[in-house]
């Protein structure tokens, strides 16, 4: 079944988007004390997985190029 390009650019919009608020919430739960070190710790696992996930799509989006 192919693939919408649009589709995929969505869904890669949307999982940086995710990536960003991450972000935002990490460096917020780093400011406040005490720090939750172990939610602190899921949140950086979400974020790079959304890094992973992000770079397989944009991957998947490059043409294949006979060399």
């Known amino acids: 079944m192919p693939v919408d390009k649009a589709e995929l650019r969505r ?3 949307a999982l940086r988007s ?3 608020d991450l972000d935002d919430v990490i ?3 780093s400011q406040q004390a005490p720090i939750d070190q172990l939610q602190l710790r899921r949140l950086k696992k ?8 992000i770079a397989r799509l944009q991957s998947g989006m490059l043409p294949d190029i006979i060399a």
């Not at 979400?46 to 996930?53: E, G, M, S, Y």
């Open 11 to 13: 869904r890669l919009e």
């Open 27 to 29: 460096a917020r739960l």
């Open 46 to 53: 979400r974020k790079l997985a959304l890094k992973d996930q």
């Open 18 to 20: 995710e990536h960003r």
